[in-house]
């Protein structure tokens, strides 16, 4: 064998290696949170807001959120879903949870950030989102026409949709130099 070949096959043998010790050894493999899609999901959950993905809250703030009771008052509207579609929304929210992954790296942080007793109803309560998004003025989101609140996330984060929330794919609207005005 020449080194050409020796060097081939060590990637060749390594690449695969290194996947599988990320995946027993359970190292985040992903910076986002898994872009899942679920057509019931988006159907009933994305007319007020964008559907949020799964990863951004565990389990049990989803199972939560989904109660008959608690989506008959949803944030001061009504959220109700034919139940068959609660039931597959509750399903797919639940086992795809924060608290379900070990390759997406916020969901991670977002899970530990959660004391074990705390049933979070929303992203922005979370402590690892407020100490984000603790030092955005006032005026570039309740003042801002544009955004009107944190919870609209996908106003701010250009790729919220494919689950990608770093600093670099932020674009506040009439703010484009946020960077500046924050530090
Ligand atoms: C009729 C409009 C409407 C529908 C339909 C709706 N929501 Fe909401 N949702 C809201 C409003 C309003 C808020 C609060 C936004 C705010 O505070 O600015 C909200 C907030 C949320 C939040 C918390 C966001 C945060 O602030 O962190 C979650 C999670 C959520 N909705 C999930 C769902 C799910 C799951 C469904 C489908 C079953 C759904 N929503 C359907 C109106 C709606
Ligand atoms: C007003 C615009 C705005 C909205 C709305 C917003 N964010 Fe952010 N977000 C930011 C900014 C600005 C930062 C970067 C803060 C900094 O400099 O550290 C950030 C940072 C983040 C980070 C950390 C990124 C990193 O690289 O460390 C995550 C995760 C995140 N946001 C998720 C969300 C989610 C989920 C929502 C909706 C529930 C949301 N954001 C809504 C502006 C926004």
Redesign the pocket.
């Known amino acids: 064998m020449n080194i050409k070949q020796i060097l081939f096959l060590s990637v060749c043998v390594s690449i695969p290696v290194t996947a599988m010790a990320h995946d027993i050894l359970g190292f985040p493999r992903h910076k986002g949170v898994e872009p899942l899609k679920n057509s019931t ?1 988006q159907q ?6 964008f ?2 993905q799964p990863g ?2 565990p389990a049990r ?2 199972a939560k ?2 109660q008959r009771s608690e ?1 008959a008052n ?8 034919p139940e068959a ?2 039931l597959t ?1 509750e399903a797919f ?1 639940t086992q795809n949870g924060a608290d379900t992954t070990w390759h997406y790296k916020r969901s991670i942080k977002i899970n530990q950030s959660i004391p074990d007793d705390v049933t ?7 402590p690892y ?1 407020k100490k984000k998004h603790g030092e955005i003025p006032r005026k570039m989101i309740e003042e801002n026409a544009r955004v ?5 996330c996908n106003k701010c984060h250009t790729e919220a949709h494919e689950g990608v929330f770093d600093n670099g794919t932020v674009d506040i609207p009439n703010f484009r130099n946020w960077d500046d005005l924050i530090d």
Do not use: K
């Open positions: 999901y009933n959950c994305a007319e007020c807001h559907a949020y951004l809250l703030s989803w959120l989904m989506l949803h944030f001061g509207e009504n959220a109700e879903v579609d609660r929304i929210l979070p109803m929303r992203i922005t309560q979370v989102f009107r609140s944190l919870s609209y």
